[in-house]
């Protein structure tokens, strides 16, 4: 079975400092990994995706993420962050083989202060 | 939100009613899920569709039933049976899962509030 954690229920940081939100999974087999963001009262919205290749995903806003596959984890990253980044933050695994259908985490909520 | 709509955005209804939330993609989309969301739980698969007439069972499925008659809709019938029903409902669409691991697109979610 596929699972996902995100350990920190709100990460807080100050605008201009860079930011990580934590992601961890288990899966049997090889991984595929995403990130979605969603501001309230709305649909989800993809960030990024690790299918296979380098460790390193850069994806949208300015956004990226580390796999690392020793560590199961799959960290979501930004160098500076913005008021405007202030969401909440999913992280979700797909094995691949199995079930085609995401598994989220939790959820990590961002607040940015100015 | 993309080429999704789920309608309506707030349902009320009472207890012991069947009611059916609309999902509807103009992205050609072979794939079709639905999820619930409550509060510090993140997302559950409620149930999955692939192909047009086929569907199957996330991990709550009880208490939910749903329909693939065309490939742009994909009905979610909240009946009496579902325990607690109150929460954020949220229809996704994917390309076809046999060309590619690819990302999926969410609707802008339907809040059901059952008293």
């Known amino acids: 079975a596929q699972s996902v954690a995100q350990p920190e229920d709100q990460v807080n940081v100050a605008e201009g400092n860079p930011l990580t939100v934590k992601c961890t999974y288990s899966v049997s087999g090889n991984p595929y990994l995403f990130w979605y963001v969603q501001y309230p009262n709305r649909g989800l919205q993809f960030l990024l995706k690790y299918i296979t290749g380098d460790n390193l995903v850069k994806g949208s806003y300015g956004f990226e993420a580390e796999f690392n596959k020793s560590q199961t984890s799959f960290h979501l990253k930004k160098p500076s962050a913005l008021v405007s980044d202030s969401a909440l933050y999913f992280c979700a695994v797909r094995e691949e083989t199995g079930r085609r259908a995401l598994t989220f985490g939790s959820g990590t909520r961002l607040q940015v202060q100015p | 939100d993309g080429g999704i709509t789920q309608s309506p955005k707030y349902l009320f209804r009472k207890e012991g009613q069947n009611v059916t939330l609309s999902c509807e993609q103009n992205l050609n989309h072979d794939a079709m899920y639905w999820y619930r969301q409550d509060p510090g739980q993140g997302l559950r698969l409620i149930y999955y569709s692939q192909i047009v007439n086929d569907f199957q069972k996330g991990d709550i499925a009880e208490g939910y039933s749903v329909s693939r008659e065309k490939k742009e809709s994909f009905p979610l019938t909240v009946t009496s049976a579902q325990k607690n029903p109150t929460a954020f409902y949220l229809c996704?669409?994917?390309?076809?899962?046999?060309?590619?691991?690819?990302?999926?697109?969410f609707g802008p979610g339907t809040r059901l509030t059952v008293t």
């Open positions: 996704a669409s994917s390309i076809g899962t046999g060309t590619g691991v690819n990302e999926q697109y």
